[in-house]
């Protein structure tokens, strides 16, 4: 099922996507096709070398979410959506009890990001979370050998089909690719040609899909890609590039 990225009864022309439903009927079925696909992913193990956050510990720090880092913002009516690589280890996962952990420098510099579009995204865990975005990783479970240990292209390709079904079932306005892989998954599951990564970034339209939502590629905002790649002042402009399409 398709749900359109514009605003509901707006001159959207892909309208056609609108269930002849009121909005809170939509949220519904946003609601039951969100919770069917997470009961998929936590059965799911069609990745060798992942691990299922179901599947460590008996699932004691596995919750209702797709994945880990949708814990921290999973807005199902949001209009950004933020999808990175992957979330991380089994030893980390276990560590900080499946979550992301207040005062993460990528996490941080991530909110300050977001921020400039006028999205306030409370930090990790705080009292009083604002739950205003949308986040996931185009590879959901978790691999071993340290954060920054290598991801296997099938992982991406098995997990497109859930990757594509969330895009589908938030539509949001704006989806950010965090990162060349991130956005690579996202090419090859739309079926478009990602073309250089730069270029990508640098282009003022993005890629639409047929829902509507606009895909964009950002460069990831760790300080190892700020040194390396992209500053955070130049990150900080390709972002505000995204407001007008919020
Ligand atoms: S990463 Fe995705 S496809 Fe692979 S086992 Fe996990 S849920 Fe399944």
Redesign the pocket.
């Known amino acids: 099922m398709y749900f359109c990225a514009g605003r509901a009864g707006s001159e959207c022309e892909f309208q056609m996507y609108y269930p002849p439903f009121p909005l809170i009927d939509i949220e519904m079925q946003k609601l039951v096709a969100y919770e069917q696909l997470v009961s998929?992913?936590i059965i799911?193990?069609?990745?060798v070398g992942?691990t299922?956050p179901s599947n460590v510990d008996d699932g004691r720090f596995d919750s209702t979410e797709i994945?880990p880092w949708s814990k921290w913002q999973s807005n199902l009516n949001a209009s950004l959506m933020v999808v990175g690589q992957d979330w991380g280890d089994v030893r980390y996962f276990t560590k900080h009890a499946g979550a992301d952990v207040p005062g993460n420098p990528t996490n941080m510099a991530l909110r300050e990001l977001i921020g400039l579009l006028g999205i306030n995204v409370s930090e990790p865990g705080c009292v009083n979370p604002s739950n205003v975005a949308f986040f996931t990783n185009a590879?959901?479970?978790l691999k071993g050998g340290g954060l920054q240990a290598d991801v296997e292209n099938d992982?991406f390709a098995?997990?497109g089909?859930?990757l594509r079904q969330q895009v589908e079932i938030v539509a949001p306005r704006v989806l950010v690719c965090l990162g060349e892989k991130a956005y690579r998954g996202i090419a090859k599951e739309f079926a478009f040609a990602p073309g250089s990564f730069r270029k990508a970034v640098d282009s003022p339209i993005g890629v639409r899909l047929p829902n509507g939502t606009i895909a964009f590629a950002r460069y990831h905002c760790g300080k190892r890609v700020q040194n390396k790649h992209r500053t955070l002042d130049r990150q900080r402009e390709d972002w505000r590039r995204l407001a007008q399409f919020l």
């Open positions: 998929e992913r799911c193990r069609r990745c992942l299922n994945g590879v959901l479970c992982w098995n997990c089909s859930f």
